[in-house]
């Protein structure tokens, strides 16, 4: 494997930020990252209201690792190693369910919801107290396992500082959708999930890349507002998916943020907010939270991302997507819809049909963003000695905060005004080349 410095030119008094393509093909560079980020990132896991009932679980991995969570018998939820604690068979048959007791497969022995181990098939004829004593029964929980505002992360290194450490200057953002009820938020019903032919950090960059959007996202932009033309309630209301953002970005603010630890931000305003299901909410927000917040949540399209493989995104509709490293050049992600508990039926049927058109994977959106991160991976196997320049908005680059960030209270580490820029993505490059290199 080569120098990973050699990987990254990063020349700040020159204003060049290169990355070698070899970064998103090499197997060596994949295992590395697997031990040295997925193994000791703050990873997501989902959502609480994702486990509302004693036994309710959700299966996922971090990394290479699969692990559940499960809401026990004393109502806390709890993060297990999804491996049995006899041969190791995985315990979970399905990605979310219900499970007061868990039964392994493989030779029966039974667990509960809190990860004791309850039945030992062949029981004292079979085993001795002292045999499974020194064989420890018990599931084993994950290293650390935390909640911020009902958002579910697991890390599997014991030295990782806390959660909220770990997510910095990501915090003010991810309360921007948190925030955004009275009574909570929820995940809605349904699983979507796909496999992308593709490496994981391409989802990452593109998570955050505002230069992609008005190509690859001017079919879903025309298709809506030509669909609009026809519906019923014509160019207004809340089931009208305002694309001023894909097609006007000229005439409106946006802007794109290093928030520190490998986080990145990249907002723009919204042309129509009015259309937005949660404007309806406007009025109570005031009351709990101050203007400049609530325009925030309310008048800017956000797509906040989580080193290295978590998306908060509230433009079209209010999405959390994960990606999952299956190999260098597979990437699994999953997607769900989150929305604010108690809706009005309006509402939350308008920001639904969004989150259709726009997140699921065959919406009008995902199988253009895939098919061209697809493109990517394969162009980046071209051996030419290929360079990923990431130059666009580095003369406009600017220590700290901009107008739109001191109206929020928050100092990013730098700004860019305007969303078209690669700037954001030093950020996750230098925090990957950190935790790679040490
Ligand atoms: S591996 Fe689970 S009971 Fe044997
Ligand atoms: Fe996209």
Same mark, same amino acid.
């Given at each position: 494997?080569?120098?990973?410095?050699?990987?990254?030119?990063?020349?700040?008094?020159?204003?060049?930020?290169?990355?070698?393509?070899?970064?998103?093909?090499?197997?060596?560079?994949?295992?590395?990252?697997?031990?040295?980020?997925?193994?000791?990132?703050?990873?997501?896991?989902?959502?609480?209201?994702?486990?509302?009932?004693?036994?309710?679980?959700?299966?996922?991995?971090?990394?290479?690792?699969?692990?559940?969570?499960?809401?026990?018998?004393?109502?806390?939820? !709890?993060? #297990?190693?999804?491996?049995?604690?006899? @041969?190791?068979?995985?315990?979970?048959?399905?990605?979310? %369910?219900? /499970? *007061? &007791?868990?039964?392994?497969?493989?030779?029966?022995?039974?667990?509960?919801?809190?990860?004791?181990?309850?039945?030992?098939?062949?029981?004292?004829?079979?085993?001795?107290?002292?045999?499974?004593?020194?064989?420890?029964?018990?599931?084993?929980?994950?290293?650390?396992?935390?909640?911020?505002?009902?958002?579910?992360?697991?890390?599997?290194?014991?030295?990782?500082?806390?959660?909220?450490?770990?997510?910095?200057?990501?915090?003010?953002?991810?309360?921007?959708?948190?925030?955004?009820?009275?009574?909570?938020?929820?995940?809605?019903?349904?699983?979507?999930?796909?496999?992308?032919?593709?490496?994981?950090?391409?989802?990452?960059?593109?998570?955050?890349?505002?230069?992609?959007?008005?190509?690859?996202? !001017?079919? #879903?932009?025309?298709?809506?507002?030509? @669909?609009?033309?026809?519906?019923?309630?014509?160019?207004? %209301?809340? /089931? *009208? &998916?305002?694309?001023?953002?894909?097609?006007?970005?000229?005439?409106?603010?946006?802007?794109?943020?290093?928030?520190?630890?490998?986080?990145?931000?990249?907002?723009?305003?919204?042309?129509?907010?009015?259309?937005?299901?949660?404007?309806?909410?406007?009025?109570?927000?005031?009351?709990?939270?101050?203007?400049?917040?609530?325009?925030?949540?309310?008048?800017?399209?956000?797509?906040?991302?989580?080193?290295?493989?978590?998306?908060?995104?509230?433009?079209?509709?209010?999405?959390?997507?994960?990606?999952?490293?299956?190999?260098?050049?597979?990437?699994?992600?999953?997607?769900?819809?989150?929305?604010?508990?108690?809706?009005?039926?309006?509402?939350?049927?308008?920001?639904?049909?969004?989150?259709?058109?726009?997140? #699921?994977?065959?919406?009008?959106?995902?199988?253009?963003?895939?098919?061209?991160?697809?493109?990517?991976?394969?162009?980046?196997?071209?051996?030419?000695?290929?360079?990923?320049?990431?130059?666009?908005?580095?003369?406009?680059?600017?220590?700290?905060?901009?107008?739109?960030?001191?109206?929020?209270?928050?100092?990013?580490?730098?700004?860019?005004?305007?969303?078209?820029?690669?700037?954001?993505?030093?950020?996750?490059?230098?925090?990957?080349?950190?935790?790679?290199?040490?």
């Amino acid at each position: 494997m080569p120098s990973l410095q050699k990987l990254i030119d990063d020349r700040p008094e020159e204003r060049v930020f290169r990355v070698h393509r070899s970064v998103f093909t090499d197997p060596d560079i994949f295992d590395l990252e697997m031990r040295e980020i997925f193994d000791s990132c703050w990873l997501y896991i989902g959502h609480e209201s994702q486990l509302p009932e004693h036994g309710d679980y959700i299966a996922t991995r971090l990394g290479t690792h699969p692990v559940f969570a499960i809401r026990g018998s004393d109502g806390e939820i !709890r993060c #297990f190693y999804d491996a049995c604690s006899h @041969r190791g068979s995985k315990l979970t048959n399905r990605t979310s %369910g219900n /499970a *007061k &007791t868990i039964a392994c497969r493989y030779h029966g022995w039974c667990f509960n919801s809190d990860g004791a181990c309850t039945l030992v098939r062949g029981g004292d004829d079979a085993y001795q107290a002292a045999d499974l004593e020194r064989m420890g029964t018990s599931l084993t929980p994950i290293e650390q396992f935390m909640d911020y505002k009902g958002f579910l992360f697991g890390c599997l290194n014991t030295k990782t500082p806390p959660l909220e450490e770990f997510l910095g200057g990501a915090l003010p953002f991810i309360d921007l959708m948190a925030d955004q009820a009275p009574n909570g938020m929820e995940i809605l019903r349904g699983e979507s999930r796909y496999i992308m032919e593709a490496n994981w950090k391409l989802q990452t960059e593109n998570s955050t890349d505002g230069y992609h959007v008005a190509t690859v996202h !001017r079919n #879903f932009a025309t298709t809506v507002g030509y @669909r609009e033309t026809l519906a019923p309630d014509g160019d207004q %209301g809340m /089931a *009208k &998916t305002e694309a001023s953002r894909i097609l006007s970005l000229e005439k409106i603010g946006s802007g794109g943020y290093n928030v520190g630890n490998g986080h990145m931000i990249n907002w723009a305003d919204r042309g129509n907010p009015e259309a937005g299901p949660s404007w309806p909410q406007r009025a109570v927000l005031l009351k709990n939270h101050s203007k400049s917040k609530v325009k925030w949540m309310l008048e800017r399209g956000r797509t906040v991302t989580v080193f290295p493989n978590l998306l908060l995104n509230d433009v079209a509709s209010t999405c959390i997507r994960i990606w999952r490293p299956l190999c260098v050049g597979l990437t699994e992600i999953e997607t769900w819809c989150i929305a604010p508990k108690g809706e009005a039926p309006d509402a939350r049927r308008a920001r639904i049909r969004k989150y259709e058109d726009f997140f #699921f994977p065959a919406s009008l959106a995902v199988p253009d963003d895939v098919r061209a991160m697809e493109g990517a991976h394969s162009g980046s196997m071209a051996r030419d000695d290929g360079w990923n320049d990431l130059a666009l908005g580095n003369r406009t680059l600017v220590d700290g905060a901009d107008a739109a960030a001191q109206e929020l209270g928050v100092t990013p580490i730098n700004s860019n005004p305007g969303r078209e820029v690669e700037t954001p993505f030093f950020a996750f490059w230098r925090e990957w080349l950190e935790r790679l290199s040490t």
